[in-house]
């Protein structure tokens, strides 16, 4: 960081690096993940590493947080540090961006929802720092690799992120920086480029984890003993996570190789969302039915081509604006609505659909069931298997992507409700092999009856992140 002896006057504040921050910092990989602790200096480095090229007019960095909350700490400390270093340095508030004496810009920026993701389309980034980057999904971080390039000369491109055990992409991110090698070792990645022509190129990326724990932040230490005392106390998983970066003690979200990928929704290509389009006469359309009142209830229409490639083309999702909470419409009213629906849309009117439903909604209860009702009010079901496990395994199946970026499941990106809940499942704590059910897995669950009437094999699998497409 540049500095001068006013600025240190000024505000009496110096940013140096501690041994364990100047490692992650001299590092030359085009990714690296620091952290794996809480408290160790993480958010700190990824301030000071943003600066490191603001020297060169055209430089633009960009520091990620998953909420714009938790920018704002990160924002107030990067005034702390960033003033003395540069006094000439501005910034906008409203924009959320500092602008240096040469013309470089560091942006902060959050990814609330999946979709913000496009508010980043077009735009270009050298350094791009995803702070705690077990918050995102692995989509939302490969998506910003397309982002990652240089806006003129002379600029190093590279990605940086910080992170603890825990949360949604604890999965992915253990799987992508701690497994396939110990700590402090480059890990090598074959990327294979498939030119506009189709002729294809391999290349090597590469990528590192360095640990830190809150013993590598001896300034945090000395300012606030009661720190380590605090962590110390944390209930047993809690503290090996975050005392000690123990990666095994939580599990993240389930389905990590979901792509929703604005860049093959065209040529449907290392995606699994696409446009809608008119479904062929010939094709078959099912509907799946998972049955709910106080929590949403999810009807799904999907259509199957003639290679068992399963398209989601429609959903009626029983939620009310506030997640997981369910528009307690009574079954026949529900029914109704199917009708309408098949009645009004293109892809499903004149056609006769086949439905499978949880076979829950067949048990009485005394009365007549839900199932009953339904078919009074003129729609059928056929009973589901409900076999979670080999359901779940059905679904991994579907999407996963064969050489040529296809999966055999491909959802319209007009099904609002399961773009928002299907990539936020996460594993069960109970039961390791399965998703939490506390969660918001109604849609999943229609999904899984769905795939369990067509059962594919699993075909052979790209590393989930070993390809990427460049344009
Ligand atoms: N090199 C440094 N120079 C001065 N202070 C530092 C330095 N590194 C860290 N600190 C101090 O330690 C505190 C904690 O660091 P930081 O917030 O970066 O940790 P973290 O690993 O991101 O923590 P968390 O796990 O809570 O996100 C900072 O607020 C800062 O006061
Ligand atoms: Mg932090």
Redesign the pocket.
Known sequence: MGRSSESKKAVGFV????PR?REFMRRLEDEALY?GA????????ALAEALRQVEIPHYRGLILRKNYPQLSELID?SHEMYLPAYPGAVYNISKHVWTFPSGAKIYFGSLPHASDKYNYQGKRYDFIDFD?LTQFTYDEYSYLFSRNRPNGPGTRCYIRA?A?PGGIGHGWVKERFITPAPAMTTIWEKVKIIYPDGTEQIRKKSRIFIPSTVFD?K??LQ?DPGYLTRLASLPEKEKSALLYGDWNSFSGQVFIEWRDNPDGYRDRKYTHVIKPFTVPNDWQVYRSFDWGYSRPFSVGWYALDREGILYRIRELYGCTNTPNEGVRWDAAKIAREIRRIEREDNNLSHRSIRGVADPAIFQKNGGESIGEIMEKAGVYWDRADNSRIAGKQQVHNRLSFDSEGRPMLYIFNTCRGFLRTFPALIYSGVDVEDVDTSGEDHIYDELRYMCMEHPIRLRSREEFCGTLRYY
């Open positions: 940013w140096r690096p501690q921050q952290g809480a408290g160790g200096g993480k958010s700190d480095c400390r705690e910080q603890n932040n300034i945090l300012n």
